[in-house]
């Protein structure tokens, strides 16, 4: 067995509300001490209030060559966007 | 710069991959992890990221050295903050590493046992507190004319690395900066200091851009790959033409009788570094370069029971919760 701690990825939200945000990662033996070294490595600058950490080897991931076919069906369905339709002036804000 | 002499590594991959990956480049996409990547690019870049972190652990030295004896409680806790940011460089570079199938261990082993490098810059002693002004001045200087454009690498992990580093350089900078205002309008004696801090500093900053690499094959590819984004010797030309006029307002001497503003060019004129120094020192026979392997080497083995107890500790804990459910 390999002795190097193993690998987390951290997950912060900010101060107004946001959701977490992928920030990186880092090692640590466990996940206290994850949530410790994230507070030291990317919180330096009240750049959160919450973190999360998450082991990295529970992180599944979408194939990025399937890019094409994960992804296109949503190409021809632009009425799933509300510029799409022509609302009349008079019809007032909507 | 932080990688110096980056040699790029050939690729022999199917020509047909490797024309779509340089497309997907050259178009400005982002090259993640999972892509594939030719063999070539994925070395060069574990060796590039690997270097730079290094140079960021490694270059935390020369600064802790002042962080005991820095003149006022203010100076120390800035000192201390801006070391930590470095440590804090170092460990998201050491992941953007990771990711191209490298393990921090093994990076870390390689700079002990001489494989990998860091920058020449941090073989060179800091000797009085001036030198704390001199380096975040001049040293964090260079690397912010490198890391910015570093910023639009192709390499996802690299790219978001240092944005988040250029984000916190400039401070590095500027308390440099505030240091050797403050020196430079003290006594005397506190000015000379200042002088000679720049002058020992002024030639091995400008070796940090590494020597002229017009003509390198090397700087070709990593150029066409975006893991290079301007030559050696324009970097350092934009550095001498921004740092010039602030010695000038420090009213201190570069020391350098050869330099010269150019009209034509609309940049300065100015003397080369000792480039058979730069090649003793990038061997590993620089002033203090035994010295820094010696102190990372030490750090390593003092912290081994460290990390192995944590992480036994960590099993037991898991062992005994699930005991427990
Ligand atoms: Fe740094
Ligand atoms: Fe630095
Ligand atoms: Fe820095």
Redesign the interface.
């Known amino acids: 067995m390999?002795?190097?701690?193993p690998?987390w990825e951290i997950f912060i939200r900010g101060q107004h509300g946001a959701s977490h945000r992928h920030?990186?990662?880092?090692?640590a033996?466990?996940a206290e001490?994850a949530i410790k070294h994230a507070r030291?490595?990317y919180t330096?600058?009240k750049e959160g209030v919450s973190i999360w950490a998450v082991p990295s080897s529970a992180i599944a991931?979408s194939?990025?060559?399937k890019k094409g076919p994960m992804y296109d069906p949503a190409d021809d369905k632009t009425y799933r966007h509300p510029t799409f339709f022509d609302i009349p002036k008079d019809v007032g804000p909507m | 710069m932080y990688a110096q002499m980056v040699k790029s590594e050939a690729t022999q991959d199917d020509p047909e991959k490797l024309a779509a990956f340089q497309a997907r480049i050259d178009a400005g996409e982002k090259i993640e992890p999972k892509d594939w990547m030719p063999e070539g690019y994925r070395k060069t870049l574990i060796r590039q990221i690997g270097q730079h972190a290094h140079s960021e652990i490694v270059g935390q030295l020369p600064e802790g050295n002042w962080i005991t004896r820095a003149p006022t409680l203010e100076r120390k806790a800035i000192l201390l903050a801006k070391v930590q940011d470095e440590a804090g460089h170092g460990l998201y570079l050491y992941c953007a590493a990771e990711t191209l199938g490298v393990s921090r261990d093994e990076m870390t082993e390689m700079l002990l046992d001489g494989r990998m490098k860091y920058s020449s810059i941090f073989a060179y002693p800091t000797l009085t507190w001036a030198d704390m002004g001199a380096v975040g001045w001049l040293v964090d200087g260079a690397a912010i004319m490198n890391q910015v454009p570093l910023q639009r690498t192709s390499f996802g992990p690299y790219a978001r690395a240092m944005i988040r580093i250029c984000k916190e350089e400039s401070f590095h900078q500027r308390q440099g900066f505030d240091i050797m205002m403050k020196m430079c309008a003290g006594t005397p004696a506190q000015k000379r200091m200042a002088q000679d801090a720049l002058n020992r500093f002024w030639f091995p900053a400008l070796m940090m851009f590494g020597p002229s690499d017009a003509e390198s094959k090397h700087s070709a590819q990593s150029m066409a790959w975006k893991i290079k984004m301007n030559s050696n010797d324009e970097l350092r030309q934009k550095f001498v033409d921004q740092t010039v006029p602030q010695a000038e307002y420090l009213g201190l001497t570069v020391p350098d009788e050869t330099l010269a503003w150019n009209e034509e060019k609309g940049g300065y004129d100015f003397a080369e570094p000792d480039w058979d120094e730069f090649f003793e020192v990038l061997k590993g026979n620089g002033p203090c370069s035994a010295e820094r392997i010696a102190t990372r080497q030490k750090a390593w083995d003092d912290g081994a029971w460290v990390r192995e107890g944590l992480m036994a500790h960590a099993a037991k804990k898991r062992a005994s919760q699930m005991a427990a459910e």
């Open positions: 390999s002795g190097e701690w690998l920030v990186g990662s880092l090692h033996p466990d001490m030291d490595v330096r600058r991931a194939s990025p060559s």
